[in-house]
Structures are given as C-alpha cells and as structure tokens.
C-alpha cells in the first residue's frame, strides 16, 4: 500500500551536483516528516536530513549541513534532497524513509522506507 522510491542517483564527479527524488503514494504525505539517510558499503546507516511534514522545518547531520538542502512539495508528495559540492566520501545508497509522528532520527525509528538509489562520487 505504501511505497516510497527514491530517484536521481548516478555517477558525478567530485565537486558535482545531484538532486534525489522520493515520490510517495499510500499514505497522507503532508502528515509525515521525511527523511532521507544513507548507507556506504560495511557502513552502518546514517541519518542525512529530515524535513518536517506541516512547518517545513528542516534539520541536517553536520556533514552535509551547507551542501544539501532537503525540501518537499505536498501537493505532488515527493520529498527532494539536493546535493552540491559533492565528495567520494558522500558515495553511498541513499534511502527516504518516513514517520509520523516524528519522535527520532534513528533508522529504527522509521515507518516506512524506499529501496535506495546509489550515488557515486568519483575523484
């Protein structure tokens, strides 16, 4: 019923930019903050930003605070992430996941989660 895919991954190199998509169907988009987290090979998964579903609110991880910038548009439910400025160590699947409501940024702590798309940073 709900599904969430994520799009936009590819190869770019170091200094580029991508923009990731996460359409979402099967549930009421405006009602959940969205995240988005990534994964490297024999990385645990790690949290990215989130976007809070009524005010908009955003929060980032330190790392990428200044070069992605998470944003939404509730009248088409898709979620985008931003990346500028990118680094090989940005190279990782990364994920959307949604929660409602919002009480962690913990990968755990998520309701629902896309299959990922990869993103690969060459140097």
């Known amino acids: 019923q709900v599904q969430l895919v994520e799009s936009g991954g590819g190869l770019v190199q170091a200094g580029g930019s991508l923009r990731l998509s996460c359409a979402a169907s099967g549930l009421t988009f405006s009602r959940y903050t969205m995240f988005w987290f990534r994964q490297a090979p024999g990385k645990e998964r790690e949290f990215v930003a989130l976007?809070?579903?009524?005010?908009?609110?955003?929060d980032y991880a330190d790392s990428m605070k200044g070069r992605f910038t998470i944003s939404r548009d509730n009248a088409k439910n898709t979620v985008y992430l931003q990346m500028n400025s990118l680094k090989p160590e940005d190279t990782a699947v990364y994920y959307c996941a949604a929660d409602s409501p919002y009480t962690t940024r913990h990968p755990d702590g998520m309701d629902y989660w896309g299959k990922g798309t990869l993103v690969t940073v060459s140097s």
């Open positions: 976007i809070t579903g009524s005010t908009y609110s955003t």
